[in-house]
């Protein structure tokens, strides 16, 4: 163990951080306002094939970028039109489009395995402030998605608690019939949050193949997608905790190739459970709690509304 | 800082247009000839209302009297049929309830339409506030309107952790938050305690005399003569009393105009020799689904071959009462003895096999479950009947169902189909045959032909009484007067969760009846001693 | 009279398109088909040959028939599982790992009993496989019935737990000590892998359809059925038929748990030879959809997962033709929403509402 192998681990961190984040904001958006996403792998996938794949063909990580984020979104207003526009069962659709997603991703994806990344991701270099030792390498040489990660979470709190808009949503998600009697659009606000969750998870994906480790392959997003929704819930619905459950989550992932380089005789595998160990734990003790204070979690998540049932 | 929006350009400004003596002004509200259908009922026939500008006016009506129905039309949430409304003197035709917002009506309805998360100021600024949501801003502008108003409140406070007066008073703040002059509230004391209650008058006159209109709906007498100006009563979709000065009048006169005075002529099916006591409850205190008193003290003995009715206003502890006689309501203290043998903490299932029918108020969600088969709604407390070790001969339930649908007139579709298609009158025969249909020796009946057609009625009506001659003791709890009236051998009246009257309803005066129903007190020499 | 600018609105039939979601199912059927065509196309492929091909792979011949119903064994389970919870209003999205959890139990026993005389050694795996994966429900059916915690989230989580298990199982204890860089858990012996029926089908067939009907027996014609439905209608009329809902809560995913197990089990012991991490190969997911269009009733399962079964294993036969196999993933998910659609328009109509009423007349 030494310094360089800490900074590495904790740079790695930071990465693995930020994508997990980008999808968790996501879905957190989408479960705000009362969509249950369980999509956000499939869309991942998609948005790495396209981004991988733009990138090939334009050149341009940028516009890449945006291609992934449009992918990810459609396949969100897809889950929004089944589940709220046609009442479907939220789970039932999420799950179809995550293996609509993969599988269409690994169809689009199919000539590209293995070709080197047509663009990158280049990281951001942030002049003198990248030589601050132990900070500079961990916070300020990273790729943009990390900052645009960061971005991201502060744009959402603030819209969240801080906009009419947000205010919207969040009633849509507690009580959407009362969002509905304030005069708000319950269908409008649900599809655009959704829709917004999806390009989220698109961002995501084409981080993965635009930076992180810019090749594509069937299976790349390996099954982080089900660590950012559980991400949502171990950080109650709120960007700042869930920003630390990234980070927390972020060093499983990079401790899983690590472990040995640090000496520690713990099988990685086993390390890679605690994600999902926690969210459970966690998720028991906010029902325990909720028996005398509202759950944190969004009062309406999962059902769909109907105005004319009543 | 943020301000509500002003969409007559009154808000925010202590004037008094005309205030307390606006005989020189039009009526803030003024309904005329009114009419509203709905399949089936005429819920206003020709209503109306005339409230002056800057006063309190009561809406008073039984159940059913069509007060509701009214203030929804006022309110936007209806269109009439016919008939028009006034708001200022000027005609409005309200489409939607933010149309009726617009012109400065603003309605509180009896469930609120809260945010338990949110705050106090979140809840009230949902849907009318600025892009920017400035927290302290925000917060401190519904701190000045509640004060303004004398509501107190803590505008940061999450809902959830008020009671639920407080909660009103974020209701109420919500129609301030949108400027309305005019409010309407549906039953607001309904759900506050004495004390919440006497604040909420307070209120009501501090808006009063700020010149704004407020126009309530009510049973609750005392209430109407400590806090109103005016009262209107409603009664069979009319109304029966216009704009009655309160001054000029008192409870007794006001319960008479409620009820009706004229005697009801139908026919009595004849008395008989009521036998042992089938039912009884002693002293009997629960909570209601709020933690609340429910029942405080109840007391009430049926007998075999007799139908007792209890008559009231509903939220009296009506419900409270058949739930923990059914088993399905947790019992403070006091008992609840069947056929003699204490039931007080038994389960459904013993009551049932001791020979309980019990006809709920909730016809679909408690007493039929709506996403099953007719078959299968049947056989809900007998299907112990139909097993076959582990099996359930569906036959054998099948041919039960067909009997029981055969034998109590149900009219349905194949058996096993969801018997959510089905009428009220259909859901409500099956029901009450299945509870039936074993020859119960106590039957208790909630609300038993609430909704029905005319022949629904009867058909329930006649069921119940055939019950009666083949020795049940039955409890009836209606809100239908007439129907207490023709049907039960002996009246009691209920009342913030005990019996406060008896009566015999071959003699009684209606009007004595819709006193104590209201909690007025009755002389002693009306009720019959007791046995 | 103002505004008539109409939009629409779904309004409740008064009575539900009879026949209604079998057509769906058609409909998606038809609908997958269609854009299949579009996609085969725009990748330059002929769709009828490919559609031909995947036909004759799967559902042409008894030898093409043996491998469908093969790989509907677990398709067909999965979906039990999901459908017997489903049936109660309670969602088990954790088939995937409770599968592994299965073979992991019977892979247990396998090693254990080695020597043991195949029906024996059988029997006892499959039993095992039923333990694992209800051991495996067994904390999300209690932390739901006892404080109400959502089982969506808690079994999802485990399955990633499960196949870590295995991972971690397979990568350690349990590698071969012959496979070198590559880890692989030992191939079972010839005592533990299920007999055969015909052409390349397994008796794990016959074994699954007797589960799959006794389920849809039971759910139909016993008391405890008829229980499930009361539970899953409404608790407050359950409640008033003394039909204790705690009890059905625990009882329903355990068994939904340990039916998925069941199916890891076979799928261990019948198909694959040898446990891997890769062994419920996306069956748990599948499950819910095939439980989906099935209305989680049992007497559809067995049809949809035949179904799926032979669209799975038409899509590995077109990669000899240079067509890529998630075509066939594509379809399942596609067959799935337009029969959502579908279902969705047999029980609602679309109306257009002026757009400036709240009021519904009706």
């Known amino acids: 163990m030494n310094e360089a192998s800490l900074i590495g681990l904790f740079e790695a961190t930071v990465s693995f951080g930020a994508l997990l984040y980008l999808a968790a904001l996501g879905e957190m958006i989408a479960e705000k306002a009362g969509i249950l996403n369980l999509g956000v792998e499939g869309m991942m996938a998609m948005g790495a094939v396209t981004g991988f794949v733009v990138a090939l063909q334009t050149g341009n990580p940028w516009v890449a970028l945006v291609a992934a984020v449009a992918a990810g979104a459609m396949i969100g207003l897809l889950h929004g039109f089944f589940t709220v526009v046609l009442g479907a069962e939220q789970v039932v659709s999420g799950l179809s489009l995550t293996i609509l997603g993969l599988g269409l991703a690994a169809f689009v994806g199919r000539g590209s395995v293995g070709e080197p990344a047509g663009a990158e991701m280049v990281s951001v270099d942030w002049g003198p402030l990248s030589d601050i030792p132990w900070a500079g390498p961990i916070l300020f040489a990273q ?28 009633a849509a998600g507690e009580s959407a019939s009362t969002a509905d009697a304030a005069g708000h ?61 990234a980070l927390l989550f972020g060093l499983t992932l990079a401790l899983k190739t690590r472990l040995q380089t640090f000496g520690v005789d713990f099988s990685p595998i086993l390390l890679s459970m605690l994600p999902y160990l926690l969210t459970i734990s966690v998720l028991v003790v906010i029902s325990i709690r909720s028996r005398n204070r509202p759950s944190p979690a969004p009062a309406a998540l999962g059902i769909a509304y109907r105005r004319e049932e009543r | 800082m943020t301000e509500p929006p002003h969409p007559t350009g009154l808000a925010n400004t202590s004037e008094k247009p005309d205030g307390v003596a606006p005989a020189d002004g039009p009526p803030a509200v003024e309904l005329r000839d009114i009419w509203k259908r709905f ?62 917002l617009a012109a400065g009506v603003g309605m509180v309805h009896q469930e609120f339409r809260l945010v338990p998360s949110f705050t106090v100021a979140e809840n009230v600024v949902l849907g009318a506030c600025e892009r920017i949501v400035r927290r302290s801003a925000v917060e401190l502008a519904v701190g000045a309107l509640a004060e303004r108003f004398g509501l107190a409140t803590e505008p940061n406070r999450p809902v959830w952790q008020l009671s639920m007066g407080e909660r009103q008073r974020v209701e109420i703040l919500k129609a301030l938050w949108r400027d309305a002059r005019i409010l309407i509230l549906d039953e607001p004391t309904a759900v506050l305690t004495p004390g919440e209650a006497d604040e909420l008058g307070a209120v009501l006159r501090h808006m009063a005399d700020d ?147 019990y006809i709920p108020e909730d016809r679909l969600g408690v007493g039929l479950a709506p996403r099953l088969s007719v078959t299968d709604n049947a056989v809900l407390r007998t299907y112990g009947r139909h097993r076959r070790g582990p099996f359930l001969d569906s036959g054998a339930a099948t041919s039960h169902c067909r009997d029981l649908v055969d034998q109590f007139g149900v009219r349905t579709g194949p058996l096993d189909e969801p018997i959510a298609g089905l009428s009220g009158g259909n859901l409500q025969r099956l029901l009450v045959g299945r509870e039936l249909v074993d020859g119960p020796r106590v039957v208790v009946a909630a609300q038993p032909t609430r909704g029905l057609d005319v022949q629904g009625v009867k058909a329930i009506q006649d069921l119940l009484v055939g019950e009666r001659d083949a020795g049940a003791a039955v409890l009836l709890i209606s809100e239908d007067l007439d129907e207490l009236l023709t049907l039960a051998d002996r009246l009691l009246v209920i009342h913030a969760g005990r019996i406060v ?22 002389p002693v020499d009306d009720q019959v001693a007791n046995r | 009279m103002g505004r008539r600018a ?72 999965a979906g039990l599982a999901v459908a017997v919870a489903g049936s109660m209003g309670l969602w088990n999205i954790g088939a995937e790992g409770q599968i592994m959890a299965g073979a992991v139990g019977a892979a247990w026993v396998a090693r254990v009993g080695g020597e043991w ?107 405890w059925g008829y229980e499930l439905r009361v539970a899953g209608s409404s608790g407050a009329t359950a409640r008033y038929a003394g039909i204790s809902l705690e009890r059905k809560i625990l009882t329903v995913l355990v068994l939904s748990g340990g039916v998925a197990g069941f199916a890891g089990g076979i799928e261990l012991s019948g198909t694959s030879d040898r446990i891997t ?15 989906a269009l099935a209305l989680m009733r049992p007497s559809g399962v067995a049809a949809v997962a035949v179904l799926f079964g032979a669209v799975q294993i038409g899509g590995q036969s077109i990669q000899t033709m240079g067509v890529s196999s998630s075509v066939s993933t594509i379809l399942q998910a596609l067959i799935l929403f337009g029969a959502i659609a579908a279902g969705v328009l047999s029980r609602y109509r679309v109306e257009m509402v002026a757009g400036d009423t709240t009021e519904v007349t009706s």
């Open chain 1, 143 to 170: 790729s943009p998605f990390v900052y645009l990660a960061v971005i991201t979470g502060f744009v959402t709190w603030f819209v969240l608690w801080r906009t009419r808009l947000g205010l919207a949503v969040r």
């Open chain 3, 117 to 223: 005389p195949s029906p024996l050694l059988i029997a006892a795996m499959l039993a095992a496989a039923i333990l694992g994966g209800g051991l495996l429900a067994l904390g999300p059916a209690i932390a739901r019935a006892r404080i109400g915690v959502n089982e969506i989230i808690t079994t999802l989580m485990l399955n990633e737990v499960a196949i870590r298990l295995v991972q971690w199982l397979v990568h350690g204890r349990w590698k071969d000590p012959d496979s070198h860089n590559f880890p692989l858990a030992p191939m079972l012996s010839d005592n533990a892998r299920l007999p055969g029926l015909f052409e390349r089908a397994h008796v794990g067939v016959v074994l699954a359809a007797i589960v799959i009907l006794l389920f849809g027996v039971a759910s139909s014609r016993t008391a």
């Open chain 2, 39 to 100: 399949p089936g009922v005429v819920a206003n026939a020709g209503a109306h209302l005339r409230v002056r500008r800057g006063s309190v006016h009561a809406v008073l009506g039984e159940n059913g009297a069509g007060k509701s129905t009214l203030m929804n039309v006022l309110s936007g949430v209806y269109r009439p049929d016919e008939g028009d409304v006034r708001i200022d003197g000027m005609a409005h035709h309200f489409r939607t309830p933010a149309d009726a």
């Open chain 2, 501 to 522: 009257a008896e009566f015999d309803p071959t003699t009684a005066e209606r009007h004595a009846i819709g006193e104590a129903m209201v909690g007025h007190a009755v």
């Open chain 1, 185 to 245: 659009s319950v269908v409008g606000i649900r599809l655009a949050a959704v829709a917004t969750g999806g390009g989220l998870a698109g961002a995501s994906g084409a981080y993965l193949t635009l930076s992180l480790t810019p090749q594509w392959a069937d299976g790349i997003v390996a099954g982080r997608g089900w660590i950012a929704v559980a991400l949502v819930i171990f950080g109650a619905w709120r960007p700042g905790r869930v920003a630390v459950g």
């Open chain 3, 277 to 291: 991490e890769s062994l419920s190969n996306g069956f748990g997911f599948a499950g819910i959809i095939v439980a």
């Open chain 2, 211 to 357: 010149g704004r209109t407020v126009v309530f709906i009510s049973h609750k007498l005392h209430e109407v003569m400590g806090f109103c100006d005016e009262a209107t009563v409603l009664r069979g979709g009319k109304t029966v009393a216009a704009s009655l000065s309160v001054a000029d009048t008192d409870a007794s006169e006001l319960a008479g105009l409620m009820v009706g005075a004229s005697p009801v002529i139908t026919e009595r099916p004849p008395l008989r020799e009521a036998g042992e006591v089938r039912l009884e409850v002693r002293d009997l205190r629960c909570l209601d689904d709020r933690g609340l008193n429910g029942l405080e003290g109840m007391d009430l003995a049926v007998r075999s071959g007799e139908i007792v009715g209890i008559a009231g206003v509903a939220g009296n502890g009506q419900r409270e009462l058949t739930q923990c006689i059914a088993g399905l309501r947790p019992v403070e203290s006091g008992t609840i003895h069947l056929i003699g043998e204490d039931r007080t903490d038994a389960t459904p299932r013993q009551r049932f096999a001791d020979g309980l029918g």
């Open chain 3, 6 to 77: 109409g939009r629409p609105v779904l309004v409740r039939r008064e009575q539900v398109l009879r026949g209604g979601q079998p057509l769906a199912f058609g409909i998606g059927l038809a609908v997958a088909l269609v854009v299949g065509i579009v996609l085969l196309v725009g990748s330059g492929h002929d769709p009828m040959r490919v559609y031909e091909r995947m036909f004759e792979a799967s559902l042409g011949d008894p030898r093409a028939w043996s491998v469908t119903l093969n790989r509907a064994v677990p398709l067909g389970l």
